[in-house]
C-alpha cells in the first residue's frame, strides 16, 4: 500500500490536475490553428475578379475573413484599389468569390508611386505565422480564444484610422492578434486581453507589438 501511495504521488507530480492553473490555462498551440500561404491560388481568382471592376485594381491589404478559433483554418478577404477609379474594392472568399465596392480612395497621384507591388511580399502568411506562434509559444503564454491576421501594403497620409486603436500598424508588416476570452470581466469582446506579434513580409523581422 505504502509503495503505490508513493507511485501515485509521484504520479501527480508530473500530471496536471484538473484543478491547477496549467490545466485551466493549457500553454499556446501553435498547431491549433491553421494559416496557409495568402498569395497562392485564391489571391489570384480574387485579382482576377476585381479587375472585371476595375483593370487596374491593386493590392493593398488583405485579412483573415473573420478571427479564427482553435481548430479552424484561416480563410482570406484582399482588399484592391484602383488609381482610374480612385475607389476601394474588397473581394470576399469562399465557395464563391464576390467584389464589392468599399469607398472612396482619396490618395494624391504622388503616393500611388510608393505603393509597393504584390511581389514585393517576399514572406507569405504560412511563413509568418510559424514565426509569430514559435514565439508565442515561447512566451508562455496561454491558449487564445481566437487569431486575427491581416497585412497592409500601404497606407494613405492622409488615413487618421490609427488613433482608434490599441497600436498603430505599419505597412508591410504581418499582423497577429492573439485574444482571450475574460469571462470575469465586462468589456466587450473587441476588447478582450491580446497579444500581437508583427513579421515583416520583406525580409521576417519579428517583433512584439502588445503584450
Known amino acids: ?29 501553435p498547431a491549433s490553428f491553421t494559416v496557409g500561404d495568402a ?12 479587375q472585371e471592376t476595375a483593370p487596374d485594381a491593386a493590392l493593398f491589404a488583405l485579412r483573415t475573413s473573420h478571427a479564427i478559433r482553435p481548430g479552424e483554418a484561416a480563410a482570406w478577404d ?15 472568399t ?3 468569390i464576390s467584389v464589392s465596392e468599399l469607398g472612396k480612395c482619396t490618395m494624391k497621384f504622388a503616393e500611388w508611386e510608393r505603393v509597393p507591388a504584390a511581389d514585393a511580399i517576399k514572406v507569405d502568411a504560412a511563413a509568418a505565422y510559424e514565426t509569430a506562434s514559435s514565439a508565442a509559444a515561447d512566451s508562455a503564454m496561454g491558449q487564445p480564444a481566437e ?10 497620409e492622409a488615413d487618421t484610422g490609427a488613433e482608434a486603436y490599441t497600436y498603430v500598424d ?6 497577429f492578434e492573439f485574444s482571450f476570452d ?9 476588447q478582450a486581453a491580446m497579444a500581437v506579434w508583427s513579421v515583416s513580409a ?10
Open 147 to 156: 487569431l486575427y491576421a491581416y497585412l497592409i501594403l500601404y497606407s494613405e
Open 39 to 50: 498569395l497562392g491560388q485564391t489571391y489570384q481568382q480574387a485579382l482576377a475578379k476585381a
Open 202 to 211: 520583406e525580409t521576417g523581422a519579428l517583433a512584439r507589438v502588445v503584450e
Open 182 to 190: 475574460s469571462p470575469e470581466s465586462d468589456m466587450p469582446s473587441d
Open 1 to 29: 500500500m505504502e509503495d503505490a501511495e508513493d507511485g501515485n504521488t509521484g504520479g501527480n507530480a508530473t500530471g496536471a490536475d484538473a484543478t491547477s492553473p496549467a490545466a485551466q490555462n493549457p500553454r499556446f498551440d
Open 94 to 96: 469562399g465557395d464563391v
Open 78 to 92: 484582399y482588399l484592391f484599389a484602383s488609381q482610374k477609379e480612385l475607389r476601394y474594392y474588397i473581394a470576399f
Open 170 to 175: 505599419e505597412p508591410m508588416n504581418w499582423y
